[in-house]
Structures are given as C-alpha cells and as structure tokens.
C-alpha cells in the first residue's frame, strides 16, 4: 500500500497518557490530532471528559472537541463521518492525521471503513426494546442477547444498553448476528496506511493514576459543572449524560446516592473500563504496544520508538 494515505493512532486505556504522547507526536511529525473520544466532542463537559486544555494542546491543531452540544446524539456512524473528513482535510494540507483517544470501537470504525448504512435502525424495534429495559431492568435484555449471540453478549457489557438494544435491534432486522456483521467488518482492509500504537502500564500503576485522576476532577469542580449541565436542561438520558463522571454525579445532585458513593462508584467503573479498552485493543489487529514501564513512563522515549517506526516504514518525518 502507498504511504500517500498515512495515519498515526495513539490508544490505550483511560488516563495512560494518551494525550501528551499525540501532541508530542504531532509537533516532531508535522501532524494534527482527530480525537476518538466520545465525551471531548460535547461542549461544557470538560472536567468529566478530562478534556485537552488549550494550553496543553501546545499550538497543535486538534480536530473533533467542542463540535456538539450536549444534547445532540453522538455515535460511532457520526464519528466516522466527522473523523473521515478530518482527516481527508489534514492530508489535503500535507500534514499527517494523528487519531488519539480510548473509544475502540471509533477507530475500528474509521480504519477499516465500517459500513454503517446497511441496515438502518428500526425506530418501533428500539422503542419497544427500550421499553422493556425500562420495565425489567439491563440484566433482562442482556439475557436476551445471551440466547440470539452469545458472542456480542460477552463483549457488552449489561450496563451498557444501548448497545445491548442495538445488537437485539440488528437481529431481529437482519436475522444475523451482529458480532458475524463486525467480524466480516474486522477483516476488510484499510484504506489507510496506517501505524496503531496502545499505550498500556502495569495495572496497579494504571488504577492508582485512575483514583488520582477522579480525585483532581472533583478538586477541578466536577460537582460544579454537572450542576451546570443539569440547569442547562441535561438528564441522565441524554447521550452525554451516560458518560462516566457525568451519571454518578448526577445521581448525587438527584439525591440518589452520597458524594462519597458517587465518587467510589467512579473509580471503580473507570477501572472496570480501563479493563475493558484493554480487552478491546488486544482482539485488534496489526496494534503494537508500549508499555509505560518499558520506556520509564518517558513519554520522550515512546516518542523515539514511533519516529523510527515512521522513518524506517513509511518514511513519515
């Protein structure tokens, strides 16, 4: 394949350090970065989404922050149409793309090209769907999903319903597994000339910066901004509102739950995440890994490694 195409990705768990490595990146490359994060695209949703601050952005462009408004959906299909045109307008300028964020499942997406359009969502499946969620609860529908494909039921999470109905909605529409559809998806090949690094640490070393990193977001003001968020008009069934950080908190303003509650419970469902993305990016092909421990937690040194990748590869500089 021609290098005419490149495209850098810089992954990994939650809080591994992602964000310095792509900047770092960006400057010694010539490059901008897309961000494949599915929290940082919402506008007034920074301290929760630990978004990149103007100043840590160091003069490098970032493409996808701030585009939405809260309450505007967001999904992998829309993803990959603002990602596709991010990035066709960074190569357009002779500057290499740099996708960097924890959402698998957008860069999947965006690097193979993932048709979308094949079956469209069925609006009276989905909301009798929801329905039932409503009435007899998340474990319910993923029972549900055991019996039709065991497969996408062990990669979904119960919680996470929404995929859980869209996996059912797929079935039912298509009489096909939806974990057959993105398998068969899995195997196309890129359009992309590609480099796809998962940054990773030692697990102990990955939570304790977890808890750290939920402890500053509270000391920055999350309480705060989600009250904001609630007076804006945003309620837990917004899209937006399911992100981590964000639901807890809410929980709290609504009285649900203690702050103490609310804040244990985020850190241990951004661990159980950070697990997740891990479980995620080892089933991806064509990944190399860098492991923090391996490079002395010197964002410096993983830097080195891509550069040579680059250089002796594709000849990117």
């Not at 529409?173 to 359009?191: A, D, M, V, W, Y």
Request: net charge negative; hydrophobic share 40%; glycine share 6%.
């Amino acid at each position: 394949m021609s290098a005419a195409r490149p495209l850098l990705i810089i992954t990994g768990p939650t809080a591994v350090g992602k964000t310095a490595l792509s900047i770092q990146a960006a400057k010694a490359l010539n490059g901008e970065v897309v961000s494949a994060d599915s929290m940082q695209v919402y506008r007034h949703m920074d301290i929760g989404s630990a978004k990149v601050k103007k100043e840590e952005m160091d003069g490098v462009p970032h493409h996808l922050i701030d585009v939405l408004d809260p309450w505007e959906p967001f999904n992998v299909a829309v993803f990959q149409k603002l990602a596709k045109e991010a990035v066709e307008d960074i190569l357009s300028r002779g500057r290499l793309p740099i996708v960097a964020g924890g959402t698998g499942f957008y860069i999947q997406a965006l690097l193979y090209d993932i048709d979308f359009q094949k079956t469209e969502e069925d609006g009276a499946i989905r909301r009798s769907l929801e329905r039932l969620g409503e009435e007899k609860g998340s474990e319910y529908l993923h029972a549900m999903l055991q019996e039709i494909d065991p497969e996408s039921a062990a990669a979904i999470h119960a919680n996470n319903r929404k995929r859980v109905i869209r996996a059912i909605e797929y079935f039912r529409l298509t009489g096909e597994k939806i974990s057959l559809h993105n398998e068969e998806e899995r195997k196309k090949s890129s359009p992309y000339d590609f480099l796809y690094y998962v940054v990773t640490m030692d697990r102990a070393a990955l939570y304790e910066r977890i808890d750290r990193r939920v402890d500053q977001m509270m000391e920055r003001g999350l309480v705060e901004e989600v009250r904001r968020l609630k007076a804006m008009g945003c309620t837990r069934d917004m899209v937006s509102m399911q992100g981590l950080g964000y639901k807890e908190i809410l929980d709290y303003l609504d009285g649900v739950c203690t702050l103490e509650e609310a804040v244990y419970v985020m850190k241990r469902d951004t661990r159980h995440f950070a697990k997740r993305q891990l479980t995620w990016f080892r089933r991806e092909r064509d990944t190399r890994w860098l492991a923090q421990e391996d490079y002395h937690y010197d964002s410096s040194l993983m830097l080195k490694k891509i550069q040579e990748d680059c250089e002796k590869e594709y000849q990117w500089k």
